[in-house]
Every structure is written in structure tokens, then in C-alpha cells.
């Protein structure tokens, strides 16, 4: 019975192709359901926490008053955005955001790349593998510990004012001192996330294919020579797809890092555009304005991915995101 | 095979590069290690700086005095409340969204992937995500904890193209015995991905057990605050001592914070080992893209 009808299910398809072209989206539904069904809560969510969200950036172009709402506040048009650029406090805190963006890319971002190849170059199983696990630890730490740590450890009574005593050094008041703020942040990152982030990358050097070394041992090559001619250059990918996500960051820093960090004393320095958007933003209801911040964020974001996938592209082959 | 025979240089290389990574693994160690000590220190020797590897004058005093904190362990359950049923209610939904999308039947997969790719690319600023969010009636509400994180594009795409490189012999056979689509997904293609659920779990309970940002934006009731919120508040603000003026007390306020950063990080400490077996296998699933 169930064959006969499969059957004739089988002969009208055949004579109904052209009406499948049509109307394939409803006979896809119809045909596998289930589907549809599981991917509805996900898609819910994504309208709800991320498309919605991305639609009330036209506050940014509004007088945005929360008793009107979005539907009734006055539209302004780019008059949020002037103001941002005539105004001193943003390039502050825009100069104090590249800054760090920058010293991210340059200092932090690097370092789990030259971990994971050295984390690599370890025979002893039993070895390596506490050592990724005394590296992965600090990820498990939130800001606000991390932060309390750090100010533990560089507090006038803190481990590196001893030290420095022994040596007869006046002691450093690090966290109320702006010139050490940007190092700090850098340290702090790089001790938190470097460990974690060699995980993707161990992953891609274990998919090398083993000959590729002999083959190389064979023409004899040395270690150091093996890593960096063969170890890195087939790591690239994995690397450049991982810059690519972190540059559309690029001004969106660690909140939680930089807010748990400052100081008074540090905010000439250390005022970035989060911690200005949540100061005025969230806590004081300048809605519109620091909307208009956070569009830009995200404009500039979007431009720096484009950008640096067109040129992965260009250097690699089926480099880039997509 | 390796040979045997390792020249001179390769030796050399090999241990300096040991012997590199060991160092920097205990200075990374350092500052936790200090803090645990100074947990079960003497208020006078913290206070003087003798304290640094190791406690002296040993004490369980701050600990009795954290662990007896009300608030702290409001906070704890709260926390706790919210990674457990994050972390399970995450996985559950990042799977069955996950599962369609490794499926060439399935017509928007493309789509989809497209959509959840741009919210990767495009970041939604963040005040109208606060205003959103508020007008959920997620404000002073313990699921803002927990509903946020339930999608995340980066695990999404991971237990997407695990789900892709599962052998398809499996799900055929099953699928001649007449399994539906939720059968296949929660008989044969779940418990084969232990990895990936093992490494995507750490991934959310971590990252729901150290949130910082949201319930800052987010909750505003003190009963409510999360662990990390309840921190903040000890670690930076407030004196956390409650004895009376010129009282001889057997912890001081760095003992206290000490204590409570330790507390408040041991249990998130202890998902790892339970669940580095998997971990490791897991991340093997290596390839993002």
C-alpha cells in the first residue's frame, strides 16, 4: 500500500515538475516540516535580541522621547551626528578607542598565534597539557576579578611595588597613573585571552598533514625553519579569518575590561566610547546622541571588515569571510 | 616517523621554548596564587606585605565570615540559576537551530546563515538593544540573565559545521526505519556530539557566569544582582567589615575580598576538568568557516 502510493507520489512529480519550480517553497514546507519547526525559536531570537534592536538605530536620527516612543518622536535627521563631530568630548574618547583598538591589534592580537606555535613544538604530552591548562585558566575569571586582581597585584602594597622596593625603586601608584593604562589593558588581556585563543589555532595545526614535516626533515630543514615555513603559512588561514572578526571590533572595546579598570584619575586616557555611551547614555538618557555613537561604531566596524576581506582576498586564495 | 637523531639546535630550541612557556605559565599563576594566600592570612601580615606565595599567620577567619554573608550567597543561586538554565536552554536552541542549517533539504538554510552572519558582521549599537530589551520587560528580570545569550552566531556556526562533518550512514539508516527529523536530531545526531555540546557548554556557562555588562544595564534591584554585580560591589565599593570602631578583627578588608574572589571563581573553575575530555576532541572541530 505505502509503495503504491510512494509510487504514484514518484509519477506526479515527474508530470508536476514545473508546478514544483513554482511553488517548491510550499512543497518544501509541506515535505519537511520538522525543520521549519526547529529553527523557530532561533529565528525568534534573532529578530527579537538582533534585528530589532539593529531597526531602533533610527533613534539616531530622531529626538528620541521614551513617553512618545519611536513611532512619534520627531525625525532630525543627521543633526545627532553633527553634533558628535562638533563636539570635544567625543574625539576624546573616539582618540582614547583607536588607541586601544590599535594596541589590541598590535600587541594582543598576535600573541596567541605565537603561543599556539610554541605550545606546538612540546613533545611531552602530559607536560603540555597542563600547560594549556594553566594558560586557559585566567579566561575562566570574569573582569570584575581580573580587575581586582590587577589592582591587588600593582597596589602600593601590591607584589610589584615590593619588588621594586627590593631594589630600592619608589613606589608606582600604577592604576591612578594615566601613562600606565594602555599597558595595562594590553597585559590584562593578553593574560586573560591569549591562552584561550591558541584553542582554535591548536585545532588548525592538528589538521596539518604530518608528511608535510618529513618531507621537510628529509630536505632538512631544522625546527625553528619547520615552524615557520610550514606551521605558519598553513595556519594563515585560520589566522586571517580570526583578524577579520576582530577588526570589525575594532572600536568596540571590552566594556567590561575598561569599565572594571578605570579610575578616576585614568579617565583622560582610559574614557572610551562604551564607557562614554553607557555614562550619558544609559545612566544620564541621552538616547538619540549616543545612539548616533553607536552607529558610527558599528559603521566604521563594517567598513574595516570590508576592507581588510577585500584585501585577504586579493593576497590569498578563498581567503576572507566570504 | 620522527628520527631519533635530534641535531643540536632543534634541543636547544625544544628546551628554551619549554622552558619559556613554563616560566610564563607561573608568572600568570602569581596573582591568583597571592590571593588565595592572602585569603587565609592574618589581617597584620597583609596589611605589612608580608604575605606572597603562601599564607602566614594561616587563618579560616575570612572565609567563616564570607561564607556566612547572606547576600553573597543570594547572589551565588542567582548566578547559578542562570548559568545552569542558560547554558542547558543555549544548547537546546543553538541545536535545533543548527541542525536545519547543516541540511541541504532544507530551503533557508542559506538564508538563515546569511542573516545570523550579518548580526557577526554589523553589531547593533548598544542603546537600542537596552531599549529593546526593556521593552520586553527583561528590565529587573532574572531571565535577562539568561535569554540573551541563547544564540550566539560563533557557537551557532561551530555546531553547524560539526553537525556538516557527521557521517551521513547514520541518519540514513535511521531514516529508512521511519525517524522523523526530531528523532534523528535527539537519538542519533546529539549523542554523537559530545565534543561540540562539552565545548559549546563551557563556552556558554562561562561566558553567563562572568557577565558583567547586561545585568549592569539591567538590573537595578539589589536582591537580584548577580555574583559578578555583588563583586563589583565588594571588591571596589564598599568596606566590607562589620565590626565596630577600634575592634581587633581577625580578617581585614583585603582578606575579605580575597576570599570572595576565590569563591566566586572556584566553581566556574570546576566545569573545565569534568568536561577537558571532551573539550580537547571538541576543539579539534577546529575549522570556523
Request: with cysteine; hydrophobic share 50%.
Amino acid at each position: 500500500m505505502m509503495q503504491m502510493a510512494n509510487r504514484l507520489h514518484e509519477t506526479k512529480k515527474a508530470f508536476s515538475n514545473e508546478r514544483i519550480k513554482k511553488r517548491g517553497g510550499a512543497r518544501n514546507i509541506r515535505k519537511y516540516w520538522p525543520l521549519y519547526v526547529m529553527v523557530l525559536p532561533g529565528v525568534v531570537f534573532l529578530i527579537m535580541f538582533r534585528y530589532i534592536p539593529l531597526a531602533g538605530i533610527v533613534i539616531a536620527f530622531q529626538d528620541y522621547m521614551i513617553f512618545k516612543g519611536i513611532m512619534d518622536s520627531p525625525f532630525v535627521g543627521f543633526k545627532h551626528f553633527q553634533a558628535l563631530f562638533d563636539y570635544p568630548q567625543f574625539w576624546r574618547v573616539l582618540k582614547n578607542t583607536a588607541i586601544i583598538g590599535l594596541y589590541n591589534i598590535v600587541f594582543v592580537f598576535p600573541v596567541p598565534v605565537v603561543l599556539a606555535l610554541m605550545f606546538n613544538e612540546i613533545r611531552n604530552i602530559v607536560f603540555k597539557r597542563s600547560l594549556q591548562t594553566i594558560y586557559y585558566i585566567p579566561h575562566f575569571f570574569s573582569w570584575v576579578i581580573i580587575a581586582g586582581l590587577t589592582f591587588d597585584f600593582l597596589s602600593s602594597s601590591g607584589v610589584v611595588n615590593s619588588v621594586r622596593g627590593w631594589f630600592g625603586l619608589d613606589t608606582i601608584l600604577f592604576m591612578q597613573d594615566e601613562s600606565y593604562f594602555r599597558i595595562i589593558t594590553v597585559l590584562t588581556s593578553i593574560w586573560r585571552d591569549a591562552g584561550w585563543g591558541t584553542i582554535v589555532l591548536l585545532a588548525a595545526i592538528s589538521s596539518i598533514n604530518p608528511e608535510m614535516y618529513e618531507a621537510a626533515m628529509v630536505d632538512g630543514a631544522n625546527r625553528i625553519r619547520q615552524v615557520l615555513n610550514i606551521t605558519l603559512p598553513l595556519i594563515m588561514p585560520t589566522v586571517v579569518i580570526l583578524f577579520l572578526l576582530n577588526i570589525g571590533n575594532f572600536l568596540d572595546l571590552s566594556f567590561e575590561q575598561i569599565y572594571n579598570l578605570l579610575t578616576p584619575m585614568t579617565y583622560p586616557v582610559g574614557d572610551v566610547i562604551d564607557t562614554y555611551v553607557y555614562r550619558v547614555g544609559i545612566v544620564q538618557g541621552q538616547y538619540s546622541s549616543t545612539t548616533a555613537i553607536g552607529v558610527f561604531q558599528s559603521v566604521i566596524g563594517l567598513v574595516l571588515v570590508v576592507v581588510f576581506n577585500r584585501l585577504a582576498k586579493r593576497y590569498q586564495e578563498d581567503g576572507g569571510l566570504w | 616517523m620522527i628520527s631519533s637523531r635530534e641535531s643540536r639546535g632543534d634541543l636547544i630550541f625544544r628546551y628554551t621554548n619549554a622552558t619559556i612557556l613554563g616560566l610564563i605559565s607561573i608568572v600568570m599563576l602569581i596573582p591568583f596564587v597571592k590571593v588565595l594566600a592572602t585569603s587565609f592570612s592574618g589581617p597584620h601580615a597583609v596589611g605589612a606585605g608580608q604575605v606572597y606565595l603562601w599564607p602566614v599567620q594561616f587563618t579560616w577567619a575570612s572565609w567563616k565570615y564570607i561564607l556566612g554573608l547572606e547576600p553573597l550567597w543570594s547572589s551565588f543561586f542567582i548566578t547559578l540559576f542562570a548559568t545552569v538554565a542558560g547554558t542547558f536552554l543555549s544548547l537546546l536552541i543553538t541545536a535545533l537551530f543548527a541542525y536545519p542549517l547543516s541540511k541541504n533539504e532544507f530551503k533557508l538554510a542559506k538564508i538563515l546563515m546569511f542573516m545570523i552572519v550579518i548580526t557577526m558582521i554589523f553589531r547593533y549599537p548598544i542603546i537600542p538593544y537596552f531599549l529593546s530589551l526593556r521593552s520586553y520587560g527583561l528590565y529587573n528580570s532574572i531571565w535577562v540573565l539568561i535569554i540573551p545569550y541563547t544564540v550566539t552566531a560563533f557557537n551557532l556556526i561551530i555546531m553547524r559545521t560539526f553537525f556538516k562533518g557527521l557521517p551521513k550512514e547514520l541518519e540514513e539508516a535511521a531514516q529508512m526505519e521511519g525517524c522523523g527529523y526530531f528523532q534523528l536530531l535527539f537519538r542519533i545526531v546529539l549523542p554523537s556530539s559530545q565534543a561540540v555540546i562539552a565545548t559549546l557548554g563551557i563556552f556558554y556557562a562561562v561566558g553567563i557566569w562572568n557577565q558583567f555588562m547586561i545585568p549592569l544595564l539591567f538590573i537595578e534591584d539589589q536582591s537580584l544582582y548577580p555574583l559578578q554585580l555583588k563583586l563589583r560591589e565588594y571588591i571596589v565599593n564598599v568596606d566590607m567589615e562589620a565590626g565596630g570602631f577600634g575592634e581587633i578583627l581577625p580578617y581585614s578588608n583585603e582578606t575579605l575580598r580575597s576570599a570572595t574572589i576565590i569563591f566566586a571563581t572556584i566553581p566556574i573553575l570546576l566545569v573545565y576538568p569534568f568536561l577537558q575530555k571532551y573539550f580537547v576532541k571538541g576543539a579539534m572541530l577546529g575549522s570556523v568557516k
